[in-house]
């Protein structure tokens, strides 16, 4: 499985990343290329520590 550690997989990440335009087409779902972009860096500032989440609770999967 590929890994952002390794230094190949991050260089094809990013080319890939830089072939998309704000008029990119979605393959599936509803986001645009920006949004989905904005989306998942998001959820890596989340696992980082960068972006403060509200604890979830875990019965319910909402937030207390």
Same mark, same amino acid.
């Given at each position: +499985? %590929? =890994?952002?550690?390794?230094?190949? =997989?991050? &260089? &094809? @990440? /990013? #080319? #890939?990343?830089? !072939? @998309? !335009? &704000?008029?990119?087409? %979605?393959?599936? *779902? /509803?986001?645009?290329?920006?949004? +989905?972009?904005?989306?998942?860096?998001? &959820? @890596? #500032? +989340?696992? @980082? *520590?960068?972006? %403060?989440?509200?604890?979830?609770? %875990?019965? =319910? *999967? !909402?937030? #207390?």
């Amino acid at each position: +499985m %590929p =890994s952002l550690y390794e230094e190949q =997989s991050r &260089a &094809a @990440l /990013k #080319r #890939r990343v830089s !072939t @998309l !335009t &704000a008029e990119t087409t %979605p393959r599936w *779902g /509803k986001f645009t290329a920006p949004q +989905m972009l904005a989306h998942v860096n998001d &959820a @890596l #500032r +989340m696992y @980082l *520590g960068d972006l %403060p989440v509200a604890p979830r609770n %875990p019965r =319910s *999967g !909402t937030s #207390r």
